[in-house]
């Protein structure tokens, strides 16, 4: 098992979005290719064709790190492709007796980061793993994502709720395509740092399986840095909610990362959160979640 395939397509896609005129080259009539040629890129990456060919049929054993920072800027990478480039030349690099598929990593969140969760009160916050498995959360956490919590997998899964529950997510997800993209993309760069984690191919096969539209973004080999931004949800309960949201590392559990959502003071959605954490103190969330409890009850309005 290696991972030559994702290395060829990735530096094909990418080759493919850079325009001759953004690398200075003439665009001609005769380009039976989109964006560069594989000779132009060997020429602004300072190395020779068949290196450059080499490379792009996957194989990035032994490249260098000075290689990788050419061909980064050659083919005009931005910090997230930077990063999956090298992610993918470490895993092309690493010892034949470590390329089996590992076992997934363990999901458990320790007990003080949920008690970290249980402090933040004015936000929904949740924890997941790289594979977008939501492992823990406040009382708005849970509240917020009762859709995704319908389904009756343990642990919900974002992008499982993405792809398989279509028609509820496309009612939670006003832009459904934009939450998509970043699913796809969230998974994508987690797959470069760890290509061998047996729950993540588990998860991609799956999706890949039972859904076009994710077989069709996960071949884009599109990957970002999702760390800090806006997004918008509707609520069953309460409608509409713009929120913030900034995400953090838990540096002492590898793979875990902490999601704060909050509101403008005074607006709208600040009340629509105020709304959310009567609700859900009806729901007992946090107990039916504890419980494994094949799904949260459909929220009513009252």
Known sequence: M???TDIREFLTSRRAKVTPEQAGFPAGTNRRVPGLRRGEVAMLADVSPEYYAQLERGNLSGVSESVLDSLARALRLDDAERAHLFDLARAA??????LRRRPSRKTEVPATVQRALDAITGGP???RNGRMDMLAANTLGWALYSEVLAAPERPANFARFAFLDRERAERFYP???VAADIAVDILRTEAGRDPYDKGMQDLVGELSTRSDDFRTKWGAHN???HSTGTKTFH???VGDLHLAYDGMDLVSNSGLSMWIYTAEPGSPSEDGLRLLASWATTQNLEAAVARDVPSISEPQNN
């Open 235 to 237: 609520h069953p309960v």
């Open 175 to 177: 832009d459904w395509n």
């Open 93 to 98: 690099n690493t010892s034949p007796t470590r």
């Open 2 to 4: 290696d991972n030559r």
């Open 125 to 127: 916050a949740h924890v």
């Open 223 to 225: 990957v970002r840095i």
